[in-house]
């Protein structure tokens, strides 16, 4: 991790996605404090990512991850990695192994790489920028970690807060995109209609802070004000709100431990605002339980749940499973997956690639 004055160099991954279209407007509004030396994306946008390049002239521009893992694996300050999926696990192993702070987006990479990707990192090498551990980050700066009660992570709830499971069982693939609050990419949307988003999120809060997963709660927070909470020994607990945004965290990931003024409006106090928490309804959303199972089997159980979570997603999407069938297909692969008593990547990769084939032919199956 280098210091170069009062300009950061940043590698983006993933530029054309929401994370990286988003970094690249805190880094114009900001070329005082970050130069882009790197930009990679997956390709599913080339001319936006033409543009980028052409615009903010980095010293390495690339398509894949292999272009991603090149760039993160270059000398300099912060490497933002915005892709989503599993293909960004071997970034955000470069970007540690070659001593970068790692603005870590891919929240899939260290729920797969679990101790892999802990071991390789040194301490505060991994700043996370999902708004609910950012949160979590923040409010932690309040406390030791002896004081810690507990972890709070909020959910909105998605689309289909306070619908049955009955009455999930015909929702199309638009209603599950429409989410009421956020605006991020298709596959994230989905996996927060269906919470499992959530469910990640919390086997990496338990992976980021080490705190036992019977410690990490999960709450609905409809209008996404508060990002999280952390709960100290004494009764008191620390909130970190702002309206729904990423720009917050990520500027904050690319500038840690530094704040960067004005990067979005704060909650206007002068307006009525009102904050309701409600339980998390695990018969209609199962998936935040099975992930905390998953996280506390541990190995590749984590890698697996992700692994055929993403088939079940684009089986969804293109009209192979109903929305009610990803969960049960998840479990349905984790139940016949033998966690192996050793972990490297190779064993990550397999099972990864194991749990893809296992959820394509249960679904075909179906």
């Not at 984590?302 to 109903?322: H, K, M, Q, S, W």
């Amino acid at each position: 991790m280098r210091d170069t004055g009062s300009v950061r160099d940043v590698a983006i991954l993933g530029s054309t996605g929401s994370i990286g279209t988003q970094a690249l407007e805190i880094v114009r509004a900001n070329p005082d404090r970050f130069r882009v030396v790197a930009l990679t994306a997956g390709g599913s946008h080339p001319e936006l990512f033409e543009q980028q390049v052409a615009e903010l002239r980095p010293s390495y521009s690339g398509l894949g991850e292999d272009a991603s893992v090149e760039a993160a694996s270059m000398a300099c300050d912060v490497v933002l990695n915005g892709i989503t999926g599993a293909v960004g696990l071997r970034p955000t192993l470069a970007a540690l192994e070659a001593g970068n702070t790692l603005a870590l987006a891919n929240k899939e990479s260290l729920i797969m790489g679990g101790s892999l990707v802990l071991d390789r990192a040194k301490p505060g090498q991994i700043v996370p920028v999902d708004s609910e551990h950012s949160a979590l980050a923040q409010c932690l700066r309040g406390g030791t970690a002896e004081e810690v009660r507990r972890l709070v992570l909020t959910a909105s709830g998605g689309p289909f807060r306070g619908r049955t499971r009955d009455e999930l069982a015909h929702v199309t693939v638009a209603e599950a995109l429409a989410h009421p609050t956020w605006d991020m990419g298709p596959v994230v949307t989905i996996n927060s209609a269906t919470l499992v988003n959530k469910g990640l999120e919390v086997i990496e809060a338990h992976l980021l802070f080490g705190i036992p997963f019977d410690r990490i709660e999960v709450v609905v927070h409809p209008t996404s004000v508060v990002h999280s909470m952390v709960e100290f020994v004494d009764g008191s607990t620390l909130v970190q709100a702002s309206p729904p945004t990423m720009l917050i965290p990520i500027a904050l990931g690319l500038a840690w431990p530094d704040r960067v003024p004005d990067t979005a409006p704060a909650v206007d106090w002068t307006r009525p605002e009102t904050w309701e928490f409600l339980p998390l309804d695990d018969e209609a959303f199962p998936a935040v339980a099975l992930a905390r199972a998953a996280g506390e089997r541990g190995g590749t159980a984590p890698a697996v749940y992700n692994a055929a979570n993403e088939v079940c997603v684009d089986a969804f999407r293109t009209g192979g499973l109903d929305f009610i069938g990803i969960v049960p297909t998840v479990q349905a692969v984790l139940s016949r997956h033998d966690v192996p008593s050793e972990v490297g990547i190779e064993e990550i990769l397999a099972a990864d690639a194991w749990a893809r084939d296992e959820a394509r032919q249960l679904i075909e199956g179906r």
